[in-house]
C-alpha cells in the first residue's frame, strides 16, 4: 500500500515562531455511514476526533457500502467513508485506488473483516451433520419462511451492502431455489438484527449472512458455517460481487480487507495532521467487539458510542492522535 504522505512531508518545516495552520484550515468533511452499528460508531469517533481535535467541520451523510464508495471515487463525495469493505465491492475500490482517485488510509480491522453463513448454535448442536452451507440447502424445513412455511428461508443483509450482493450472488450459485429456499430481504441492519435475535429467542431456525466482530454475536451464540468449496478471490471479484452478474459460482466467502477509503482530492488537500490520524486509527477485532456490545447493552448511538470511547478508551485513541489534538480532545470531555 502506497503511503499518501512520507514522514518528512508530514513533519513540515515551520518557520520560527509560526504557528500550526491546519487547526484553521481543516474546513469541511464528509464522513458517510454505511448504515451498520460499528460504522454508525467510527463515522462519530471519526467526526468528533476531527472537529474537536482538528478544528474541523466534519458531518456525517447516510449511504451504503456500494453507493457511498462509488460516489467517493467517481464524485469524491463524500471525503471518507470511515469502514469500507474493499473485498465486497469488486475492482471498484482497486480501481479507484490504481487510478489516483481514492486512497486506502488505516485498516479498521486488523484482522480483518470475518462475513458467512450462520446458524444458531442451539441448531448446530442438534444437527451436527450441518456443517457447510450446502448441508443446510438439505434442510429447508429447519429453517422455515415466515411467508411460506413450505420453503426454507436464507436471510440476507440490506440493499446497499456489499454483503447483500455477495449472498444473493451465491444464493444462485448454489440452485437455493430450486433446493426450496426462498431468499428474505430485511430491509436494514436493524430488521437483520432482530432475525436473528426473533428466531434466538423463540429456538427457531435461522439461516443467512451475517459478519463479524459484531455485538449481537457477542450477545447470541451463532456458529459460522465452514466452507464447502475453497475460496476462489477471482471468481469473487468477478462475479460474486457483482450484482448484474449473470452466471455466479460456487466459492467460500474470503476474509475481507476493512479500510477507511479517502477521496484523492481531498487527500490532496487535507492537512497533513488530519491524514495521519486517517492512517493510524485502527481497532483489532476484540477492541471493536467490546464498544459494539457495550452500545448494543446501552441502546446507545454512535455519537454516544463515541463519546463514551473517549473517556473510557484513552490510552488507545491517544495513539492515533497528535498530543496537541489530545489535549483540545480531553479538554472538550
Given at each position: 500500500m502506497k503511503r499518501l504522505l512520507t514522514a518528512a512531508s508530514i513533519l513540515l518545516p515551520l518557520a520560527i515562531g509560526a504557528r500550526p495552520a491546519f487547526p484553521a484550515e481543516c474546513g469541511n468533511i464528509t464522513i458517510a455511514?454505511?448504515?451498520?452499528?460499528?460504522?454508525?460508531?467510527?463515522?462519530?469517533?471519526?467526526?468528533?476526533?476531527?472537529?474537536?481535535?482538528?478544528?474541523?467541520?466534519?458531518?456525517?451523510?447516510?449511504?451504503?457500502?456500494?453507493?457511498?464508495?462509488?460516489?467517493?471515487?467517481?464524485?469524491?463525495?463524500?471525503n471518507v467513508v470511515s469502514e469500507a469493505w474493499i473485498d465486497l465491492t469488486g475492482p471498484l475500490v482497486p480501481k479507484g485506488v490504481?487510478?489516483?482517485r481514492a486512497v486506502l488510509a488505516a485498516p479498521v480491522l486488523s484482522e480483518g473483516g470475518v462475513i458467512g453463513w450462520y446458524i444458531p448454535k442451539y441448531l448446530?448442536?442438534?444437527?451436527?451433520?450441518?456443517?457447510?452451507?450446502?448441508?443446510?440447502?438439505?434442510?429447508?424445513?429447519?429453517?422455515?419462511?415466515?411467508?411460506?412455511?413450505?420453503?426454507g428461508a436464507i436471510t440476507n443483509g440490506p440493499q446497499g451492502w456489499g454483503m447483500t450482493v455477495a449472498a444473493s450472488q451465491l444464493y444462485k450459485a448454489y440452485n437455493a431455489k430450486d433446493a426450496g429456499f426462498t431468499l428474505v430481504d430485511t430491509g436494514s441492519a436493524a430488521g437483520l438484527?432482530?432475525?436473528?435475535?426473533?428466531?434466538?429467542?423463540?429456538?427457531?431456525?435461522?439461516?443467512?449472512?451475517?459478519?463479524?466482530?459484531?455485538?449481537?454475536?457477542a450477545k447470541y451464540a451463532m456458529v459460522q458455517l465452514k466452507p464447502d468449496v475453497p475460496v476462489d478471490e477471482a471468481e469473487y471479484k468477478r462475479c460474486t460481487s457483482i450484482a448484474d452478474c449473470p452466471d455466479p459460482k460456487k466459492t467460500?466467502?474470503?476474509?475481507?480487507?476493512?479500510?477507511?477509503?479517502?477521496?484523492?482530492?481531498?487527500?490532496?488537500?487535507?492537512?497533513?495532521?488530519?491524514?495521519?490520524?486517517?492512517?493510524?486509527?485502527?481497532?483489532?477485532?476484540?477492541?471493536?467487539?467490546?464498544?459494539l456490545l457495550w452500545m448494543t447493552d446501552n441502546q446507545a448511538t454512535g455519537e454516544q458510542a463515541a463519546q463514551y470511547f473517549i473517556k473510557t478508551y484513552p490510552d488507545l485513541w491517544k495513539r492515533w492522535v497528535s498530543s496537541e489534538a489530545a489535549k483540545k480532545i480531553e479538554a472538550s470531555h
Open positions: 455511514d454505511v448504515v451498520s452499528q460499528s460504522s454508525d460508531f467510527l463515522t462519530n469517533l471519526d467526526k468528533l476526533i476531527l472537529n474537536t481535535g482538528y478544528g474541523c467541520k466534519a458531518e456525517v451523510t447516510q449511504g451504503g457500502t456500494v453507493p457511498s464508495i462509488t460516489s467517493l471515487i467517481e464524485k469524491g463525495e463524500p490504481s487510478e489516483g448446530a448442536d442438534a444437527h451436527p451433520d450441518i456443517k457447510t452451507f450446502a448441508d443446510a440447502l438439505k434442510h429447508p424445513e429447519l429453517f422455515p419462511d415466515p411467508e411460506d412455511p413450505s420453503r438484527d432482530a432475525s436473528i435475535a426473533k428466531a434466538y429467542e423463540r429456538k427457531q431456525g435461522w439461516l443467512g449472512a451475517y459478519w463479524a466482530p459484531t455485538a449481537l454475536l467460500a466467502w474470503p476474509n475481507n480487507k476493512v479500510f477507511t477509503l479517502v477521496a484523492s482530492k481531498f487527500a490532496g488537500s487535507a492537512t497533513p495532521e488530519v491524514m495521519t490520524y486517517l492512517k493510524a486509527r485502527e481497532f483489532t477485532n476484540d477492541e471493536l467487539g467490546k464498544v
